[in-house]
């Protein structure tokens, strides 16, 4: 039911005879965000809130229709050439929905974890949210903290909590107040109002921060 451009498209679904289901994707050319990080290190700031303007544009929908995405991330971030040559534009892509958890009733409804399956916590570590690392009721705004860290990423080159111990990460999630992105990489040439954005996407408290994917939108504006 999703339509936006920035939204990997669903042709088709259903099951083989011999019982198998299947998806039919449309085809893009491209890399993932986490291909062009590792090659490029940080993102000019232009380019990096482009990029974060289409994952929030695809997310605005998603979430108006019900559905956390749960797992945003650069590996679920595809830069889509829309045009054969090597440098043409690129398009964004949100992708891999696959653990995406649609609210009941849709629209405003809270995710209740332990109503699908107890003690179960789902996503990457790294660009989890506070309450997802905690295994509690999720929205939207769980998305939009993965979209902070991943804006964070793209400014600086290094996420907020890079350990490689998961509980660990998850543990400064729930915890440790993030580094500023001027404190990480003071000539990036960030804006003062842009990194106080970056650090209220990583707030906490899911009402400390932009109250949908259209209010980041906005912010960034």
Do not use: C, W
Request: net charge negative; hydrophobic share 40%; proline share 8%.
């Amino acid at each position: 039911n999703l339509r936006h451009p920035n939204t990997v498209a669903v042709l088709d679904f259903g099951q083989t005879q011999d019982g198998l289901l299947y998806l039919v994707m449309e085809v893009l050319e491209g890399e993932m965000l986490s291909t062009r990080l590792r090659r490029d290190g940080p993102l000019p700031v232009a380019e990096a809130l482009r990029v974060t303007t289409g994952i929030l544009r695809s997310l605005g929908e998603a979430h108006r229709a019900g559905i956390v995405h749960r797992d945003l991330k650069p590996d679920n971030i595809f830069l889509a050439r829309v045009d054969a040559h090597p440098d043409g534009e690129q398009l964004v892509k949100v992708v891999d929905f696959g653990v995406a958890k649609i609210r009941p009733g849709g629209g405003d409804a809270p995710i209740d974890p332990v109503a699908t399956q107890e003690g179960t916590v789902f996503g990457t570590p790294r660009y989890m949210s506070p309450e997802q690392a905690q295994g509690r009721t999720l929205d939207g705004r769980s998305d939009l903290y993965a979209v902070g860290v991943m804006l964070f990423q793209m400014l600086t080159g290094a996420v907020p909590f890079g350990e490689d111990d998961a509980v660990v990460v998850m543990a400064h999630h729930i915890t440790t107040a993030p580094p500023r992105v001027l404190d990480v990489a003071p000539e990036s040439g960030v804006h003062p109002a842009l990194d106080e954005l970056v650090a209220r996407a990583l707030k906490k408290r899911p009402g400390d921060r932009p109250e949908s994917a259209e209010a980041f939108l906005r912010a960034i504006e």
